[in-house]
T-cell receptor, first 111, second 116 residues
Framework: TQLLEQSPQFLSIQEGENLTVYCNSS?????LQWYRQEPGEGPVLLVT?????EVKKLKRLTFQFGDARKDSSLHITAAQPGDTGLYLC???????????FGQGTELSVKP | NAGVTQTPKFQVLKTGQSMTLQCAQD?????MSWYRQDPGMGLRLIHY???????DQGEVPNGYNVSRSTTEDFPLRLLSAAPSQTSVYFC???????????????FGPGTRLTVL
């Protein structure tokens, strides 16, 4: 059974701080996605990474796929209250196929 | 485009009752799936479909049935509801399930189900 372990599970920080969320597995994934979910809504895709070592930036968010394609990280610079939400990583084991989701990281950014 | 729609938004059932959660998408996506979301457990795949007439089980299929007679619709049936099925249910679709560049999941707004 493939598992994706996310850490930390909860994160509460002040506006302006930096943070990193980790997504780790012992399995290799062909691609990895990061989603953000707000209360009462479904998750929305932020980014997909497919190449080992790949780095993608989305404004203040930086996503990295590990060289071995077993782990990923999400770094937020100068967090803002609008970044508050549940962040989920999801991996596809084969070329496409079923997505396996991590447990999620609940981020709260206080003004 | 309405995207992915789910009905109802909220539902309360008694143990043993049956019901169907509706899901529809208007994006002509071939891949559709059902997830349940419980606190601290992320999203767990219940059933999925790679096209009309084709369905398969996910991680937690017990107690749920699905069918896919059209590309647009993918209903989830609870035959005999149990308290353990209290959860938030999300339907999702994607253009493809094969190519990583095209497997972004588009999620519906969710159905919050309580089984007493």
């Amino acid at each position: 059974t493939q598992l994706l372990e996310q850490s930390p599970q909860f994160l509460s920080i002040q506006e302006g701080e930096n943070l990193t969320v980790y997504c780790n597995s012992s399995s290799v994934f062909s691609s990895l996605q990061w989603y953000r979910q707000e209360p009462g809504e479904g998750p929305v895709l932020l980014v997909t990474v497919v190449t080992g070592g790949e780095v993608k930036k989305l404004k203040r968010l930086t996503f990295q796929f590990g060289d071995a394609r077993k782990d990923s990280s999400l770094h937020i610079t100068a967090a803002q209250p609008g970044d508050t939400g549940l962040y989920l990583c999801a991996g596809a084991a084969n070329q496409g196929g079923k997505l396996i989701f991590g447990q999620g990281t609940e981020l709260s950014v206080k003004p | 485009n309405a995207g992915v729609t789910q009905t109802p938004k909220f539902q309360v059932l008694k143990t043993g009752q049956s019901m169907t959660l509706q899901c529809a998408q208007d994006m002509n996506h071939e891949y559709m799936s059902w997830y349940r979301q419980d606190p601290g457990m992320g999203l767990r795949l219940i059933h999925y479909s790679v096209g009309a007439g084709i369905t398969d089980q996910g991680e937690v299929p017990n107690g749920y049935n699905v069918s896919r007679s059209t590309t647009e619709d993918f209903p989830l049936r609870l035959l005999s509801a149990a308290p353990s099925q209290t959860s938030v249910y999300f339907c999702a679709s994607s253009y493809s399930w094969v190519q990583s560049s095209y497997n972004e999941q588009f999620f519906g707004p969710g159905t919050r189900l309580t089984v007493l």
